[in-house]
């Protein structure tokens, strides 16, 4: 589990591909201090498992499915990454709780310079569409980001200074393909609504009369 607050940006050494597969090379100084093999970590949003660790780097494989599912099969060698830790029960939950197992990719469809933040749209598709709502939480590439506004598919959110530093969506373009992962509460509302026969009945103005939005 993790937090969608970002530990450091990662340098991509090396991505060897062999038999749908590949083995990502990741240079980090920071994270690599208290890493070992066995260890999760979530790259660009992506849970990976640490194969192994020389000083600053850290080698993880990724499987054909997480190749075809996430934005990792477009990286190359001097790309930037997202990185961070599995969350320990002691810490602080300073986003939102983040599976790292993406529901699917989006694309950057516009890019704005609002005051002294960023405002991003993200093109996305219909089975992810429906589970978010405005203020509600999205993980981008990993990154815990609050929801602006929800159009028919696409949403919005705005990056801070902050962000814009320390996250690849500080660089990140118009085009750019980045990994959407929803509010794992929104889906277990949907599993035991669906079970009890409520979610049919369940609309936006029905949530906004009692509160919910």
């Known amino acids: 589990m993790f937090t969608g607050i970002i530990e450091e940006l ?23 201090e208290a890493l070992e093999v066995g260890d999760s970590i979530a790259v660009n949003g992506v849970c990976l498992t640490v194969v192994d660790r020389r000083g600053s780097c850290f080698k993880a494989d ?10 990792l099969g477009e990286l190359k060698a001097g790309d930037m990454v997202n990185l961070e830790r599995a969350l320990r029960f002691s810490d602080r939950l300073g986003g939102h709780l983040v599976t790292a197992h993406t529901d699917g990719v989006g ?55 902050h962000t814009a530093k320390v996250t690849t969506l500080g660089f990140k373009d118009k085009g750019a ?37």
């Open 177 to 213: 393909r980045v990994n959407i992962e929803v509010d794992i509460i929104g889906k277990y509302v949907e599993k035991i609504l669906t079970a009890s026969g409520v979610s049919s009945n369940l609309t936006l103005s029905k949530l906004r009369e009692h509160g919910f939005i």
């Open 10 to 32: 990662g340098g991509v050494q090396a991505l060897k591909r062999s038999g749908g597969a590949c083995e990502l090379q990741v240079l980090a100084p920071k994270v690599t």
């Open 107 to 161: 694309r950057i469809s516009s890019r704005a310079r609002k005051g002294n933040a960023i405002l991003l749209r993200i093109e996305m598709s219909p089975n992810i569409a429906r589970y978010l709502v405005p203020q509600g939480s999205v993980a981008v590439d990993g990154i815990s980001l609050t929801i602006v506004d929800v159009l028919s598919l696409a949403f919005t959110v705005f990056i801070i200074p």
């Open 62 to 71: 990724v499987m054909p499915e997480t190749l075809d599912r996430t934005n």
